[in-house]
Each structure stands twice: as C-alpha cells, then as structure tokens.
C-alpha cells in the first residue's frame, strides 16, 4: 500500500546515484547547497520539472521484528478466537452477538460468518476506542461523556460524569471553524432565527433560497472555476454525482485508498472500474496505456470516457496526490480528472484554495473540482465546481440535486462566513485608508495599542471601525497558523522516533502502532491524560498498519501541542511505540523552522 510513494521516492535517489536519507527524507539546513542539489536531481528524475514546490513524503518500512510480532499478536488472537467461537457453539461462553434464528437454521447464515470473526473476536476487545460521545463543540478541546462497560465491551453505560477539556488531536477542524463563538456562530445563529434550520424541499422545488446562489458564486470563485453546484453531503457529492458522469462503457481509473464515497459511485455508475497503486504514476500510466490500446474488453472499442478519481489529501496515509504528474497524464492520454479535495480545500496551498493551488497549477487543468465543508469549513455539506456546461449538465441529471433535500440554512451561512473570511471577503478587506489609519497609529504611539503573537490579531483600542482590520489578520493567519502547527508536529513525533506518514505539509499525521493490542491500549492510556485521539486498523488500514491519526488544527496553541507531544512520548515509551530506526536529532529551539532538523545515520 505505501511501498509504492516509498519505492518510487527511493527509485529517484538510486537512479541518481545519490543516497536518500534512512526515513526517505533529504538532509538538514546544513547540507543547504547538497540539500537543493538533491531536491533537483529527485525532482528531475521524477518529473520535476513538474512541480513548482519540492514534494516531501515518507513511509518509512516496518521494521522486521516489529511485523513478525505484529503477525503473532494476530495468530493468538485468531487461535483465542477460535476457541471463544467454539466455548460459544457449545454454551460454555454467553454470545452476546446477534445469531441466526432457529426457524432460519437452513438459510444461508446472515450474522455468524467468518467475516464477523474479526468483530466477534478483536474488535469488540477494542470497541470502547470508537463512538465515544462527546458533549461540546469539538474544537481545540472537548467535553467527553464517560462510560463504563462490564461485560468486556459488548454494552456501556453512562456514569454520568463528563471528561472536561480533552485536547481534540482527531476532529478534522484543520482551520479552527469548529466554534461556537466568533462571527461564523454569530451569523449561524442570525440566520436561524430569520430561516429556521430546514428548508423542507429541494432545490428544484421550494428549497432554493438565495442564499444556496450566494454560495455557489462563492464556491466557484474561491476555485477559481466557472461555476460549482453544492449538496447536502459530502458523501452523496461522490456517490450520486460520479453515477451522472460515468457509465456503461466508460472506465473509471481509481487510486487503490480512495475513499469509500468515491468507491461507491464508481460501483453505481455501472463503468468499469480499474484500481491503480496509490499515488504511483507508473501504475496510473499502465492502466491509461492499456486502456487506450486495448479498449474496451472483446469488442476492443474505444472507452467512451476515462475519468481518473483522485483525493487531494489522503486522510489514513496524510500522503498528497501527485496533482503535476496526473495531470500530465491526463493530458496526454485525453482522460478526464475527477479530484476530491475532503480534506486538502482549506489546509493547503497559501491562501487554503487546496492542493492545486499547493502546487500552483490551474485549476482548469482539473475537470471535476470535488470537495466537502465538514472539515475546514467546520459545516456540513459538498459541491463540485468546473465548467458551466458540466455544471449545468449535473443540476439537472444528479440524484443528490434532484432527489435530496436542500442544505440547511445556518448551515450554509457557516460555509459562506468560513469561505469569505479565507479569502479575506468578509467585508474586510484592507483598504489603502485603514492601512493607513493602521500606520499612523502606530506612528503616534496609541496607547492602548495592542499586538498579540497568537493569531497575530491585532486590536487598536477606541477605533471600532477598525475592528474590520483585525478579522483579516486573524482569518488569513488560520492557514499560515496551520501550516507552521503541521510542520512542527511532525518534527516533533521524529525526533521522537515514532514513525510517522505522509508529505511534510499533510495535517493529516498518521503515527504507527501495527500491534492489534497496541491500538485499543493507546486510545485509552491518552484518553487517561486528556487527550483525545483517534486510533484506526483493519480494515480500514492494511492488517498489520494499524496507527493513530492525528488531526492538527489552527486552533491548537503551541502549548497544547506541547503538551500532546509530551503525553504522546510517554505513552510512547510506556508502549514501546517508537519504532524509527532512523535517529533525527532535536532542533534548536526554533520550534517553527522546517528547515533545522538533522538526520543521523546510524
Ligand atoms: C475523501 C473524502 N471524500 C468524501 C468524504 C465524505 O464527506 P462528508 O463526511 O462530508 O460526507 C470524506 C469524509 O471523510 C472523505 O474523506
């Protein structure tokens, strides 16, 4: 699964002759010039002159001891399991699973298959790790409600008290919109009380308020495409648009971790579906090759359309789409390119416009702009934005628009106060005389002049209508903000010696556990010290890559990732979790300079 980012990275050093380091990253600030000289040569060696950035990801191996363990923990758990299976058949364990009824007995069974050995036996020894409720506005901290269970997981019960100011390191709030303060809430809260939450209708019937359109203009013109359509869903946006846009005959080229809402349209559309590696162009371009000179399977016709789906970030692995190269192909083999930017729209690229912006390209170069408001934008919903004549085509032969309900008012109102307050739109755009006023402030020494470092706002007492000037401060300081927390992070987990994944930029920190002991144990030995975390395995990892995946936000202060960072290490060593065998050597204290970490070969 991430062999193929990893061996491509090492395929580009090799064939260059020039040695990576150990974790598949470039060296530090201090081989500057050797630093820049190896970016050029991996870039050139892997259609660098492509990329207008460089392009840092690693996935570093599993050690071998780590996974022959891992493969045990598996082995006796299944042994157990089988034995548990067979004290249940017997009455000698309760089963507290669902079984099939008696009179049933001759169908095909529905409930005690081999798949649900993995529930029945593992998952259940693990389950109080998931659906945990909580009680508060998940922000940078939120309000947990305890639970208890006393029969091994199988049920829980509320004690009644709640875990107070849990340090949220897993909701994907990446630029801090999740509130329940602040102009977005303010203009939620107006909104409900002028529209109330539902709309009752769809969009082509009564439930197309002008401020749907509003959002629309918005949407396209933050892409910077013609025109955007919204839904009510982000998951809908994927599985009932790709059925509008693809079909019989057509072939459809997905990446091997696309998400699930990808993977069902393409299975609704009725298209053939090809799986390439994840986030490899040479198996991208395979496919694409043979699709072209074979055609379609026995007639040998020409495919009607070939659409590639691809994610902007890949939320299990935090890797970043290969946007240059896939577009190159693209181009060259006449396909269409489908993008899902859920978790990319907002937590990269300078001004939060995505990875297509991260990497400088046109946006025209993608045919189909997908993406969701429930993660940066802190709301709900999705849209798609691209050309007017697509986008027309989709408002009347897409089942989310023309079957589903319309978006809820104060829903909508969050993503377009979010949306203008990214792109500086709020009505507070600096004008030439506030710069000035600004300036002239300073200059005469107002006294209570303030100036705070966190989110860099700025407040100049008496002034109010000035107060506009601080929301562009603020609002575009939330990217930069997120950026700067990501980087640091991730050094940090280095230097520790955990092994973590993805590209540098990725907000999305996937930290390696791999035993199945090992995922419910951490979950929990956090949640102890306050701090909320979110731990994934199978199947929605490979079975032996179970890990935690972090969230960072611009919402998180230095001192709260601090703090997480130290519990992180001591539940690290109390679980033995720090697997790199590469040694990065701690920074001075420049805790925001990407730039001043050393690798140390062994
Ligand atoms: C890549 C991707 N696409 C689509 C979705 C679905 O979006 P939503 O949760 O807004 O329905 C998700 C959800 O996490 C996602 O990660």
């Known amino acids: ?24 990253m ?3 600030h201090h081989h500057h010039h050797q630093y820049q000289k190896q970016e050029k040569v991996y870039h050139a060696a892997c259609n660098g002159e492509l990329y207008s950035r460089p392009f840092m990801e690693s996935f570093e191996e599993t ?24 004290m249940r058949e017997w009455k000698i364990e309760k089963c507290h699973i669902a ?26 020894r693990i389950r109080d790790s998931w ?40 909701s994907y709030n990446y630029l801090g919109f999740a509130e329940n303060t602040g102009s977005c809430a303010t203009a939620a809260g107006d909104v409900t009380v002028r529209f109330g939450v539902g709309v009752a209708s769809t969009r082509q019937e009564m439930g197309n308020l002008n401020m749907h359109e509003e959002l629309e203009k918005l949407v396209a013109s933050f892409l910077g495409v013609e025109s955007a359509m919204t839904f009510g869903m982000g998951f809908a946006t994927n599985s009932m648009n790709i059925p509008a846009l693809a079909g019989k005959g057509c072939l459809i080229l997905s990446d091997e971790l696309n998400h699930a809402s990808l993977v069902l349209g393409a299975r609704l559309s009725c298209s053939t579906i090809r799986v390439f590696k994840h986030n490899n162009m040479q198996s991208l371009e395979k496919l694409l090759r043979d699709a072209i000179v074979h055609g379609q399977p026995r007639t040998h016709r020409p495919w009607k359309k070939i659409l590639i789906l691809v994610e902007g970030i890949y939320s299990m692995e935090g890797s970043v789409i290969r946007l240059p190269e896939v577009i190159a192909l693209k181009k060259k083999y006449k396909a269409y390119l489908y993008l899902d930017e859920a978790h990319s729209i907002g937590a990269l690229g300078p001004s939060g416009r995505g990875v297509v ?20 934008f802190g709301a709900a919903g999705g849209y798609i934005g691209g050309r007017k004549d697509l986008i027309d085509y989709l408002r009347t032969h897409s089942h989310s628009a023309i079957y589903a309900t319309s978006m809820s008012p104060p829903v909508v109102e969050q993503i377009i106060t979010s949306m203008k307050c990214i792109m500086g739109e709020d009505g507070t ?50 990217i930069q903000r997120l950026a700067e927390n990501t980087v640091y992070f991730r050094r940090r987990l280095r230097e520790m010696g955990f092994i973590i994944y993805g590209n540098n930029d990725s907000p999305v920190v996937p930290m390696m556990l791999y035993m199945p002991a090992k995922i419910g144990a951490f979950g929990r030995e956090m949640l102890k010290r306050n701090i909320g975390v979110v731990v994934v395995g199978f199947p929605a990892t490979p079975i032996i890559e179970s890990r935690a995946r972090f969230c960072i936000s611009a919402a998180h202060s230095k001192e709260m990732l601090d703090r997480a960072l130290d519990v992180i290490s001591e539940v690290g060593d109390l679980l033995q979790l720090k697997y790199s065998r590469h040694k990065v050597l701690p920074s001075l204290d420049r805790p925001f300079d990407e730039t001043t970490y050393e690798e140390n070969e062994e």
Not at 143 to 167: M, P
Not at 357 to 376: A, Q
């Open 1 to 24: 699964m991430t062999e193929s980012a990893g061996n491509k990275k090492e395929d580009c050093h090799a064939a260059n002759g020039v040695k990576p380091g150990r974790n598949g």
């Open 357 to 376: 912006e991260y990497f400088g390209l046109d946006p025209k170069d993608v045919d189909i702009m997908m993406g969701t408001f429930t993660k940066s």
């Open 63 to 86: 050690p071998m001891l780590v996974a022959v363990l891992t493969y045990m923990g598996y082995g006796i758990l299944t042994i157990f399991g089988y034995l548990r299976d067979f």
């Open 99 to 124: 079984r099939e009824r008696e009179e049933q007995k001759d169908f095909v069974p529905l409930y005690q298959d081999f798949e649900n050995f993995y529930t029945r036996n593992l998952y259940m």
């Open 131 to 170: 659906n945990r409720p909580i009680c508060s506005v998940p922000g940078d901290k939120f309000d947990l409600v305890e639970r208890s269970s006393s029969d091994y997981n199988w049920t829980f019960e509320y004690t009644g008290r709640v875990v107070k100011d849990v340090i949220n390191l897993g």
């Open 429 to 478: 755009t600096i004008v030439v005389t506030q710069v000035g006023i600004f300036i002239l402030c300073v200059a005469i020494g107002i006294p209570d002049l303030i100036v705070k470092s966190d989110y860099f706002s700025v407040h100049i007492g008496g002034l109010d209508k000035h107060w506009t000037f601080i929301f562009v401060l603020r609002c575009r300081s939330r």
């Open 26 to 28: 470039v060296k530090n």
